[in-house]
């Protein structure tokens, strides 16, 4: 039997970390594939609100992004610093996902996570991707950097 864990049923996709100075202008994740997957969520942070700043997804049926079109009402408006958008049950393979950036702001991190993996349990310990750790019950001890 699986167990009901977080990591066991989940994969993170794509990973981009920001560092720049507040800027404005369209920064795209990588395209992802999620016919793994019974849904796909996006988090974005930004340094600012503003109703001028968002996120937006774009799915298609071939990997490249010249292909791909907006999600139908897919816009979040970026009134808080932390926005997510969710697609259930994607009708088209390939999904990206955009950060609108109308008003000038810094971007923190910018995580894709596949949901409800079809194959379980998932892998997310990916060379410059994630590391990853799973505990069940765990004792009381010291957090140490060796197993």
């Known amino acids: ?16 970390n920001f560092t720049s100075a507040a800027a404005t ?5 990588v395209v992802v ?7 796909v969520v996006a988090m974005v ?5 503003s ?17 791909l079109g907006q999600v139908l009402n897919s ?3 970026g009134i808080s ?11 088209k393979r390939f999904l990206q996902f955009q950060c609108m950036r109308e008003a000038s702001t810094k971007l923190g991190s910018f995580f894709v996570w596949g949901l409800g993996a079809r194959v379980m349990p998932t892998t997310n310990s990916t060379a410059g991707l ?16 060796t197993a």
């Not at 594939?33 to 849904?39: A, G, I, T, V």
């Not at 942070?45 to 609100?49: I, K």
Request: hydrophobic share 35%.
């Open 1 to 16: 039997m699986q167990g009901k864990n977080f990591l066991a049923n989940a994969q993170l996709l794509s990973v981009r």
């Open 25 to 29: 202008g369209i920064v795209e994740t």
């Open 33 to 39: 594939d999620s016919k793994d997957f019974e849904s």
């Open 45 to 49: 942070q930004l340094g600012t609100t």
């Open 51 to 67: 109703t001028a700043n968002g996120l937006r997804a774009l799915h298609g049926t071939a990997s490249a992004s010249a292909g």
């Open 75 to 77: 816009y979040v408006e």
């Open 81 to 91: 610093t932390g926005n997510v958008l969710e697609i259930y049950r994607p009708k």
């Open 130 to 145: 994630v590391t990853s750790r799973v505990l069940v019950s765990p004792e009381t001890g010291t957090a140490s950097s």
